[in-house]
């Protein structure tokens, strides 16, 4: 489905993903977990075609993404960020519905699409009428997924797509996507630095560090067969957060360890 061949990203001489060689099941929900700095977001932003590699090959659907196919792909990945990346100055609804009019669905297709949306991420049909500023955090991501969802996508590429959101409004989200990915079964590529929230919503987890691949497999094949020391203490970082702070060194556990 998707193919990553020794992609390699550099920022300013300064390695973001090396050498990094994977492939992405389909219809499967795929994590990309680490701490910030890894790599994760450049890893997202290289498939969906706003970056380039400096090396290196991405396949979609066996096409090799390149300058001149990636305007036709697109519509065939969803993508959303952390604070969802909505227009401020359209409705929710125009948001949504932007590309299927640049793409001249008619007003009866699109409606209908909107109705089956509303109802898969749990959003009421009259909340598409206000602005993004007239939502709540998690409204917005529920109009967010609409929006990435509406071309009806064959990848989907979710952000942190929770991370700002409150604890009890993200613990309700993530059991929404959870049901949303079942029903949609569509290959998914979540990014999260939340174990908890990796191990609940991945079927594959691909933990990351410094740009590389540390380990690949279930929860459980990380806490029960962690592939070098890194892999334990980012676990027991989040499971015990106040000792991970009281011992960790001044620049925390980012991409310069
Ligand atoms: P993550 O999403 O895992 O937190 P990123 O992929 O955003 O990490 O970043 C990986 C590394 O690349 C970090 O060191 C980050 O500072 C750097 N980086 C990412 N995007 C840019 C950019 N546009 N310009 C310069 N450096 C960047
Ligand atoms: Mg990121």
Not at 127 to 145: A, T
Not at 237 to 246: L, N, T, V
Request: charged share 25%; with cysteine; net charge neutral.
């Amino acid at each position: 489905m998707l193919r990553l061949k020794n992609v390699t990203r550099h920022f300013a001489g300064r390695p973001a993903v090396r050498d990094f060689t994977q492939e992405i099941n389909a219809a499967s929900t795929t994590v990309l977990l680490g701490p910030s700095g890894c790599g994760k977001s450049t890893i997202l932003r290289l498939i969906i075609g706003l970056l380039e590699a400096d090396s290196g090959e991405i396949y979609f659907q066996d096409s090799l993404i390149s300058q001149a196919n990636v305007a036709d792909l697109r519509p065939r990945i969803g993508y959303v960020i952390q604070d969802g990346g909505l227009f401020p100055h359209l409705s929710a609804k125009s948001n949504v519905s932007l590309m299927a009019r640049h793409l001249n669905w008619d007003t009866d297709r699109i409606n209908a699409r909107l109705e089956g949306l509303s109802r898969l991420v749990h959003l009421p049909l009259d909340l598409l009428d206000r602005f993004p500023s007239e939502l709540s955090g998690g409204q917005r991501q529920r109009v967010s997924l609409m929006r990435a969802l509406m071309l009806d996508p064959d990848l989907l590429l979710l952000d942190e797509p929770l991370a700002a959101l409150d604890p009890m409004i993200r613990y309700e989200l993530q059991q929404d996507l959870k049901g949303i990915f079942k029903e949609m079964h569509k290959t998914v590529v979540l990014v999260t630095h939340d174990i908890a929230e990796a191990a609940y919503l991945g079927d594959d987890i691909l933990l990351m560090r410094a740009g590389r691949l540390v380990q690949r497999g279930s929860m459980q094949a990380l806490l029960e067969a962690p592939a070098e020391p890194f892999v334990e203490q980012f676990i027991r970082a989040q499971r015990d957060p106040a000792k991970a702070i009281a011992k960790a060194p001044a620049k925390g556990m980012g991409e310069s360890l």
